[in-house]
Each structure stands twice: as C-alpha cells, then as structure tokens.
C-alpha cells in the first residue's frame, strides 16, 4: 500500500475531491496547515494585495505572518494500493495545476500495514 | 527521500523555521497537532493534562541532508539538558516526490 501526501492550495480542495470521487478515489483525509516551499512568500505584495482589497484581510492575515512568511495549504492524505498510486497522483496534478509555483507538492510513502477498526481486521483493501 | 516529521513545542517553531531557511533548507509545511509524550501529559494535583498543544514540522528533504536537518532542529528546539516535552522526531522513507505546478517527479 502507498500513503499519498499531497500539500496543496485551499481553493483547489473542491475540484480534487470531485475528480478523485469521479475516478473510485472515495476515501481521503484533509486538514489545514500552514507552510513554505522552496521560494518565499512576497509579504510585500500580499499586503499591498490586501490594502488595495483584492484579499480578504481577516483570512490572509491569520495565517500569513510576516515572522515566518507561511502561506495557508491544505494536506490531502489519501491510501492507495501500490498499482492505483500512479493513477492517483496523475489526478491530484491534473486537478491542481496551474503552472504557478505554489501549487503544491505530492510524495508517496510506503505503508507497512493498515487495519479497519469496525471488526478489528488486516484491511488490505481500505474501502 | 526521507520525510522528517518533528514534533516541538510552539514557541520554538519560529526560531527552529528561521534556522532551517539559515542552512538553505526552506521547504516546510507545519500544523498544530495535540499530544502527550513518555511522561504521560502534566499531572497537577489530581488533574492529568494529556493534550498538549505541540506543533509539527513536516520537511521532505533528500537522503543526504537528513542528518543536517536532524541536527539543526534538535540544536534549536532544545530547551536545556534534560528537560522533558522538547519534542520527538521521526524519519520514514518517502518513494517518490512529485511537483504539481509542472508535473515533474522531482523534490
């Protein structure tokens, strides 16, 4: 089994859900975090951004801080058997990519064992 | 490739993140997560407090800058010789990486 991580952008959250239920991807876990990749945020621009008004202030704000510089990203966690990952992550890509940097970034790990807790039983199979 | 996940307290996510971008290591993603470690939380009196709010920094990195990555967060995130809820790290293998803005399977 893989476990794909994928950290991507707030607003594409929906359309990688859609694609993914399209595709037999049901199961996935999500959660907010915060993070940087290998070029920094430009706090001068977001705040000439959010003077102007063209970002909501009370959002951006929140999470973006000048100490740090992290920009607001969603982790998208899903299970796969090893023959669906490929298809997976080619999904994920298609669904977010827009050819900007800040897109995001998807690493597939090796997952030992995983168990159902219902009945307590080896789930080779997540669904 | 290896993901380094390290558990540490809040007020040294700051100074543990300037020093990652310090030694050239800038990619990292951290969130708030909840926890208790060995010492089973902080027990006052009758009370047992068993969720302490930590965070967590995940860096994928390639194999041979594991071991400076390893060594700058534990040199900053230590609080003092002995001193009980400095955090964990933990190292597991990542397969592949890929980069969505070109589709690349590349870091």
């Not at chain 1, 998208?76 to 990952?85: C, E, H, I, K, M």
């Not at chain 2, 534990?74 to 592949?96: C, H, L, M, Q, Y």
């Amino acid at each position: 089994m893989k476990e794909i991580i994928a950290i991507i952008r707030p607003n594409r959250i929906n359309a990688t859900k859609r694609i993914l239920m399209d595709n037999h991807f049901p199961a996935f876990t999500c959660r907010s975090c915060l993070g940087r990749g290998r070029k920094n945020a430009d706090t001068e621009l977001v705040a000439a951004l959010m003077e102007a008004g063209k970002l909501p202030q009370d959002v951006i704000g929140e999470h973006f801080t000048e100490a740090t510089r992290l920009i607001a990203k969603r982790l998208f966690t899903l299970v796969t058997s090893d023959d669906l990952a490929e298809k997976a992550v080619r999904l994920i890509i298609e669904a977010n990519q827009t050819g900007n940097p800040g897109d995001g970034k998807i690493f597939v790990c090796p997952i030992a064992e995983s168990y159902r807790v219902r009945d307590g039983e080896a789930a080779d199979e997540i669904f | 490739m290896q993901l380094i996940r390290a558990i540490i307290r809040p007020n040294k996510t700051n100074e543990v993140i300037t020093e990652l971008l310090a030694a050239g290591f800038p990619a990292i993603t951290k969130m708030e997560v909840y926890g208790r470690g060995k010492q089973k939380g902080i027990i006052v009196g009758n009370i047992q407090y068993d969720e302490i709010p930590k965070e967590m920094l995940m860096i994928v990195c390639d194999d041979e800058n594991k071991e400076d990555i390893v060594k700058i967060i534990i040199r900053t995130a230590r609080t003092g010789a002995g001193n009980f809820g400095d955090g964990k790290i933990f190292v597991s293998p990542v397969s592949e990486a890929y980069t969505v803005s070109n589709g690349k399977p590349e870091l």
